[in-house]
T-cell receptor
Framework: QKEVEQDPGPLSVPEGAIVSLNCTYSNSAFQYFMWYRQYSRKGPELLMYTYSSGNKEDGRFTAQVDKSSKYISLFIRDSQPSDSATYLC????????????FGIGTKLQVIP | SAVISQKPSRDICQRGTSLTIQCQVDSQVTMMFWYRQQPGQSLTLIATANQGSEATYESGFVIDKFPISRPNLTFSTLTVSNMSPEDSSIYLCSGQGLAGGNEQFFGPGTRLTVL
């Protein structure tokens, strides 16, 4: 079993839809959770970062963490064609500089 | 936030040759890392580049194949040695700490094709 499971997609949605991206993980030692966005032929870009269970909102993006279920989500409201990218979940142990474990990434396409 | 640049951005190489990838950060960072990203696979950490000492390699990666240098807090190189087609991949440099902030941030990647 992989430490981090993420559906690779692709996921196609119409412009304006609410997008839900999810990851599950098996290692309860993971305490910090990130979402990266990667456009084609670019490096991953940190989108959201959270530590505690619950929701964290930033504009149209909401990151949700449920540590009891080992499940994290990223919601995108009012999706735009510019949101078309691959979204990678990532997580690490607590402590300053711990190894980050990535999901495989979900490819999202927002259709105008 | 800090910005990472990588050279070259892409290359096509012959089997058996070596390629050195450069990673430059525009401000000092505590940690630098090298990743490989292959189609259908998650981002895989190759090694942590330690300033002034030998890199720390992950399981499955060895120094003879992927020698790494880090002479200061803003620069690192990764060499892919004695290349084979299986080394075709995107190689990404990342940084963390000091001006880079608490979480890892990435360079644009180097797209390597080995014939």
């Amino acid at each position: 079993q992989k430490e981090v499971e993420q559906d690779p997609g692709p996921l196609s949605v119409p412009e304006g839809a609410i997008v839900s991206l999810n990851c599950t993980y098996s290692n309860s030692a993971f305490q910090y959770f990130m979402w990266y966005r990667q456009y084609s032929r670019k490096g991953p870009e940190l989108l959201m970062y959270t530590y505690s269970s619950g929701n964290k909102e930033d504009g149209r993006f909401t990151a949700q963490v449920d540590k009891s279920s080992k499940y994290i989500s990223l919601f995108i409201r009012d999706s735009q064609p510019s949101d078309s990218a691959t979204y990678l979940c990532a997580m690490r142990w607590p402590g300053g500089y711990q190894k980050v474990t990535f999901g495989i990434g979900t490819k999202l396409q927002v259709i105008p | 936030s800090a910005v990472i640049s990588q050279k070259p951005s892409r290359d096509i190489c012959q089997r058996g040759t070596s390629l050195t990838i450069q990673c430059q950060v525009d401000s000092q960072v505590t940690m630098m890392f090298w990743y490989r990203q292959q189609p259908g696979q998650s981002l895989t950490l190759i090694a942590t580049a330690n300033q002034g000492s030998e890199a720390t390699y992950e399981s499955g990666f060895v120094i003879d194949k992927f020698p790494i240098s880090r002479p200061n807090l803003t620069f690192s190189t990764l060499t892919v040695s004695n290349m084979s087609p299986e080394d075709s991949s995107i190689y990404l440099c990342s940084g963390q700490g000091l001006a880079g902030g608490n979480e890892q941030f990435f360079g644009p990647g180097t797209r390597l094709t080995v014939l």
